[in-house]
């Protein structure tokens, strides 16, 4: 009794993890770029609570990890010059982070600081060519290419720098809509994707389908706690009816 009390247990650690997780897909069912995730449940052997010569031992839920969908995500217009999206999944901009590099987002909501860099809402300048783009404001609003290539009033002033990984399992989550490369390996040109000027890319969250996805996970958590209740119940009137026994 003591093992599907346990084996319950585990389930519902992994529940209560997926709530978390659905829940954020709900919050950010609005914000621009992101990706909808899910947890990654698997099963571990473990030992036996009691009899553990018995086999087959017990198999506990485990919790394996984040995954990610990098869907492509719709796209809205917004008329504004330096919004942009990409079209094709799996291609990111890049951005400097500070002290810690490279970072990848496909967040184009973008601005200029006061010294013209272009710049993610949280300050972070975007790169083309591993270097900062800088615009003139006197130039008047840029233009930009499918190719990301940025013109002001006839002259080319940078291009965006859009990449890929080969496998996207090395970015890991970092805050406002960043990635970050986990490995060594490195990214390569995202020649193939194209850039829409004056758009965005919405998150890829199916807002009923989260919803749902709530719903059944506090279902499981509920029936899984009677369970547990029912188990460590029986468990009680055994031990009393043993003792009265004796």
Do not use: C, W
Request: net charge negative; proline share 2%; charged share 25%.
């Amino acid at each position: 009794m003591e093992n599907a009390a346990y084996i319950g247990l585990s389930r519902q650690m992994t529940l209560r993890r997926e709530l978390d997780i659905v829940a954020n897909n709900v919050a950010n069912a609005d914000t621009t770029g992101f990706k909808v995730e899910q947890l990654m449940v698997g099963t571990e052997v473990g030992q036996r609570a009691r009899n553990d010569s018995i086999r087959p031992s017990a198999s506990f839920v485990l919790d394996n990890g984040v995954g990610r969908d990098f869907g492509q995500g719709s796209m809205s217009e917004t008329g504004r010059s330096l919004d942009f999206a990409i079209a094709g999944e799996g291609a990111f901009f890049t951005v400097r982070d500070g002290a810690a590099g490279e970072a990848y987002t496909r967040d184009g909501a973008f601005t200029l600081d006061p010294e013209g860099r272009l710049t993610t809402k949280q300050g972070l300048a975007v790169l083309g060519g591993g270097a900062e783009i800088v615009l003139d404001p006197a130039l008047g609003e840029p233009s930009v290419g499918a190719d990301g290539t940025i013109t002001q009033d006839g002259q080319i002033t940078g291009r965006l720098s859009v990449v890929r990984f080969d496998t996207l399992g090395v970015l890991e989550k970092g805050g406002d809509g960043l990635y970050r490369n986990g490995s060594n390996t490195q990214p390569v040109e995202a020649n193939d994707a194209q850039i829409h000027q004056g758009s965005l890319e919405a998150s890829n969250v199916n807002s009923l389908t989260e919803i749902t996805n709530l719903i059944e996970i506090s279902r499981a958590y509920e029936s899984i706690t009677r369970m547990i209740e029912n188990t460590t119940d029986l468990s009680r009137r055994a031990v009393e009816r043993l003792g009265k026994a004796a």
